[in-house]
Antibody
Framework: EVQLLESGGGLVQPGGSLRLSCAAS????????MSWVRQAPGKGLEWVSA????????VYADSVKGRFTISRDNSKNTLSLQMNSLRADDTAVYYC?????????????WGQGTLVTVSS | EIVMTQSPATLSVSPGERATLSCRAS??????LAWYQQKPGQAPRLLIY???TRATGIPARFSGSGSGTEFTLSISSLQSEDFAVYYCQQYNNWPFTFGPGTEVDIK
């Protein structure tokens, strides 16, 4: 069974940094594309970033480009999101999501999410 | 960026009735369209991909149709567990984008 478990969320001040992690189990991690999707409180879904199965390629939403960095460690079955220069509008539940294959297209499997709150 | 719109924003339906949800793309996404269901406090769940293919384990009462810019999700006979928010998502072009959602509530 595919399991994704996010961690690392919390309260951070504007301009601060936070690193999210997603621990994967129950599948061959290195053969799945991975992504982060976020949801602001009471709002809809927003794709944030994606990384290819072997980690050589990454894509970002314009809203986070230059501030967030997605990475993966296939030896540790872990996906990460380094978030710098955080703003109030980055406040959201952050989900990691996955799909078999080189890239995510659809988001077939989801974690339970981790809440990031950016506030002074 | 491809903008996705959904209508209606809220749909009130009685259990056992049919629900029809619409999704429109600002430009053609071919059949690269997915639907998700989200219940309060839960992560979204993939229902439909390729505009009309049900994901693993999704009941046959869920069906999708359309291509290009106009898409529909139908739920043939609403069950109590189907009351939720439904999102469409295009994956034809980066950045992948979601619609704002349709909330299906109990009439």
């Amino acid at each position: 069974e595919v399991q994704l478990l996010e961690s690392g969320g919390g309260l951070v001040q504007p301009g601060g940094s936070l690193r999210l992690s997603c621990a994967a189990s129950g599948f061959s991690f290195s053969t799945f594309g991975m992504s982060w999707v976020r949801q602001a409180p009471g709002k809809g879904l927003e794709w944030v970033s994606a990384i290819s199965s072997v980690g050589g390629s990454t894509v970002y939403a314009d809203s986070v480009k230059g501030r967030f960095t997605i990475s993966r460690d296939n030896s540790k079955n872990t996906l990460s999101l380094q978030m710098n220069s955080l703003r109030a509008d980055d406040t959201a539940v952050y989900y990691c999501a996955s799909k078999p294959g080189t890239w995510v297209t659809t988001f077939d499997y989801w974690g339970q999410g981790t809440l990031v709150t950016v506030s002074s | 960026e491809i903008v996705m719109t959904q209508s209606p924003a809220t749909l009130s339906v009685s259990p056992g009735e049919r629900a029809t949800l619409s999704c429109r793309a600002s430009q053609s996404v071919s059949s690269n369209l997915a639907w998700y269901q989200q219940k309060p406090g839960q992560a979204p769940r993939l229902l439909i991909y390729g505009a009309s293919t049900r994901a693993t384990g999704i009941p046959a009462r869920f069906s999708g149709s359309g291509s290009g810019t106009e898409f529909t999700l139908s739920i043939s006979s609403l069950q109590s567990e189907d009351f939720a928010v439904y999102y469409c998502q295009q994956y034809n072009n980066w950045p992948f984008t979601f619609g704002p959602g349709t909330e299906v509530d109990i009439k």
